[in-house]
């Protein structure tokens, strides 16, 4: 059974990732990554409050040493969310788009990967705090695919990424728009990462670097092939902006393929 992310909760986020991460729950698009405009998280969900807990990070000198999961009971099933500080309490109601805490950057985030929101699905008589066990996401948008020659000026840099006049959103804040590739969007971290997914794109399958990507429906991993693109980073599917190249600097590594929740 999938869920599907309706277009207006995403749309409360300037942008979305399935695969942009090395944790297991989105190697099989069984977590969605939200990334809010502050940092303070609209729910995406409505509901009532089941619990919450406070588990020990991976302990990083930018990071937070804990990190939190707060669990909300739908109409349908229950939904996970980490990386937030929550204001709810158990028992209470949940709106879609309330404020339900501040966002963590905790230890299960690489330094180059934005504040945000890990949303996941179970159904309501599974174990709810184990790392495996989430259903796969579908998203209730088409992200428009941009074309893009590797090439670009950098206008904006960080401590870990650098931000490019190039490709240009065609209407910030109008619609999603990602890196094109296949008749599709882009969505992970390239090369860094072990895997990452095509949305939409051609309905034939094909093979890339030994893993198998497709439409938005037959779920896409790919891509770690040992070859280095035209350019490197994360590539998550935006809603404002320019390309963000999240790159690695020298030295960095990845976070474990499973952490101590799994699916961060």
């Known amino acids: 059974m999938r869920v599907s992310v309706p277009r207006d909760v995403l749309a409360q986020y300037r942008r979305f990732s399935l695969y942009n991460s090395p944790y297991v729950a989105h190697d099989g698009g069984c977590a ?142 109008g619609h999603f728009v990602g890196l094109e590739s296949n008749g599709g969007v882009l969505d992970g971290g390239f090369p860094h990462y072990d895997c990452g997914g095509l949305l939409g794109g051609r309905d034939d399958r094909r093979d890339h670097g030994g893993c198998r990507f497709g439409s938005r429906r037959d779920v896409a991993r790919l891509y770690r092939a040992g070859k280095r693109g035209p350019s490197s980073g994360d590539r998550t599917i935006l809603r404002q902006g320019r390309v963000r190249d999240q790159t690695r600097r020298r030295g960095d590594r990845p976070g474990s393929r499973r952490g101590r929740h799994g699916d961060c």
């Open 32 to 173: 969605i990554d939200l990334y809010p405009e502050t940092d303070v998280a609209p729910s995406p969900v409505a509901g009532e409050g089941l619990d919450t807990r406070t588990v020990e990070a991976p302990p990083k000198p930018y990071a937070a040493t804990h990190d939190h999961l707060l669990l909300i009971g739908t109409d349908t099933h229950v939904a996970r969310l980490l990386h937030v500080k929550p204001w709810v309490e158990p028992g209470e109601t949940v709106e879609r788009g309330q404020e339900i805490g501040e966002l963590v950057r905790a230890g299960f985030f690489a330094p180059w990967v934005p504040n945000h929101v890990h949303l996941g699905f179970r159904e309501p008589d599974v174990n709810h705090y184990r790392a495996s066990g989430s259903l796969p996401i579908d998203v209730a948008v088409d992200p428009e695919p941009l074309p893009w020659d590797g090439t670009g000026t950098v206008v904006e840099i960080g401590d870990t990424w650098a931000r490019l006049d190039a490709p240009a959103h065609p209407d910030p804040g």
